[in-house]
């Protein structure tokens, strides 16, 4: 099986199944934060479990870091490679003539996905880590009752950083919308390019990242200060 | 009609090319492609010039010879046709045509427009085959039932002229489809199965090691297939080496 993951085939299946569990990542991710359109105690009590959970935190959490790494790792190593395949370029190749801007692109918006996620991290990760494990403070509480839902409204203060968050979720959707099922081809499934899949696909693609924006940008206009 | 062509000209394997321009007049649009190029390949000799050296055979679209990238495309800008189908009625009177080689570090250039396709010869000889003992005691296909449903799918992989297409359009210059379609033929009928393993393992062995790319499922390559060889054939491919290697 260890020669599998070695032929080109091979990668592009660990390619999806890190895809895979991305994508599943996302829902979960969103179905978190959306709870803080209208609730604030139950966004403050699920980060605060997902925060403090130690399955989550040092099991999950750690296989979410490798996931993203070897999706990111593996998509350069691709990229390439497939570069080296190419030799000369065209002097003229119409691409728009057979494939979608999605599909030939994946590398650009994955570096902006990428460049989002370093700047998460710095917003969120880093933070969190700071609090937690290296003052200790596990307690997430700041002036007598829970800092989440705060610093959650406190980060979206920003219109550059929302501005940011928009952008790189618009091309997170062009990503998903190729990603989805090319997933499903690579490991071998057609019925990925059934009419059914693609529409599934498409509104997925869709509504991941648009959920993610109405988060950003409702936290900008309705931010207490 | 009257054309400008910009060729691409390259002396051999070694010599470094470039794009030419020409100039032919008085072009019929019932004219193929390929005769175009003999009018202008006509013109050069007479004019004491070096002819446009191309690929071309059978001229009907069946031996996957002609491999010409046109305006961008390969085998020009018409669906399901090799570039000796492939009729002047697709362009107008003025119009500028780049033709170029197939582009692929796997397909180097020859001379002129004419690759070196060898690679899927070597890919095709690392697995495309069954072996039957042709000794006299060969047992009559229709013997084995098969579904018409299986004898389709294999039908339409087997379609597959390996013309090379697929590599020139892909991004990647990935052979999946070519590979996908030669070991669909196969992976779909009884007699395909006693080497199923061994094929599908080796053919992806020889693909990777001639260099081609990766598939990063853009689908240019079904498009632009003369023969209309579906990215399906990529996907059965996956399945196949995903099984041959759990069955070791």
């Known amino acids: 099986m260890s020669g599998f993951f070695k032929s080109s085939i091979g990668r592009k299946v660990a390619m999806a199944l890190s895809a895979f569990f991305l994508m599943f990542f996302l829902i979960i991710h969103l179905a978190v934060n959306i709870t803080s359109l209208f609730s604030e105690d139950l966004f403050n009590e699920l980060s605060h479990f997902m925060g403090t959970n130690p399955l989550v935190q040092f099991a999950l959490q750690p296989v979410l870091i490798l996931g ?158 | 009609m009257n054309l400008t062509l910009k060729i691409w000209r390259q002396k051999d394997a070694s010599s470094k090319g470039q794009m030419v321009d020409y100039k032919v007049t008085d072009i019929s649009e019932h004219m193929s492609f390929l005769e175009m190029m003999d009018v202008l390949n006509e013109q050069l000799i007479n004019s004491g010039e070096e002819p446009v050296a191309f690929d071309h055979d059978c001229r009907e679209g069946i031996c996957g010879m002609c491999s010409m990238y046109i305006n961008g495309e390969a085998h020009g800008p018409d669906r399901g046709v090799t570039t000796c189908q492939l009729h002047m009625r697709m362009f107008k009177d003025g119009d500028t045509i780049t033709i170029e080689p197939f582009r692929a570090a796997a397909f180097p250039v020859i001379k002129d427009l004419v690759v070196d396709r060898t690679s899927f010869e070597r890919i095709q000889q690392a697995g495309g085959y069954i ?13 084995l039932p098969i579904s018409k449903h299986a004898a389709d799918e294999a039908m339409d ?3 597959c002229i390996g013309c090379g297409a697929c ?32 094929r599908v393992k080796n053919m992806v062995a020889q693909m990777d090691l001639e260099g081609f790319g990766n598939c990063t499922n853009t689908g240019a390559c079904e498009i632009e297939c003369p023969k209309g060889i579906s990215l399906d054939n990529i996907a059965r491919m996956n399945r196949e080496l995903m099984k041959a290697s759990v069955k070791g």
């Not at chain 1, 307690?139 to 950083?161: C, I, N, T, V, W």
């Not at chain 1, 979720?169 to 090319?182: D, E, K, R």
């Not at chain 1, 009419?195 to 509104?203: H, R, S």
């Open chain 2, 167 to 198: 590599v020139a359009t892909c991004k990647n210059s990935s052979a999946m489809l070519f590979v996908g379609a030669k070991v669909s033929q196969y992976a779909l009928l009884p007699q395909g199965q006693v080497e199923a393993v061994d």
């Open chain 1, 68 to 225: 993203v790494v070897f999706h990111f790792v593996m998509g350069f190593v691709l990229e390439l490679k497939n570069k080296k395949a190419q030799g000369v370029s065209y002097a003229k190749n119409n691409g728009a003539a057979n494939s979608s801007w999605m599909s030939r692109n994946m590398i650009y918006s994955g570096l902006v996905i990428l460049a989002f996620i370093v700047l998460h991290f710095i917003d969120f990760w880093f933070p969190e880590i700071n609090t937690k494990y290296i003052q200790g403070d596990m307690s997430g509480m700041h002036d007598g009752s829970y800092r989440y839902f705060h610093e959650l409204q406190h980060k979206f203060l920003s219109p550059a950083r929302v501005a940011a968050y928009v952008v790189a979720f618009i091309l997170l959707a062009l990503h998903l919308l190729h990603g989805f099922t090319s997933a499903f081809q690579s490991v071998g499934v057609t019925a990925g390019r059934k009419k059914a899949m693609q529409t599934f696909g498409k509104i997925y693609a869709f509504a991941i990242p648009l959920g993610f924006i109405i988060i950003a940008l409702y936290h900008h206009l309705n931010h207490q200060s």
């Open chain 2, 157 to 159: 992989a087997a379609t």
């Open chain 2, 131 to 143: 072996s039957v003992n042709t000794s006299g005691n060969t047992q009559d296909a229709n013997a």
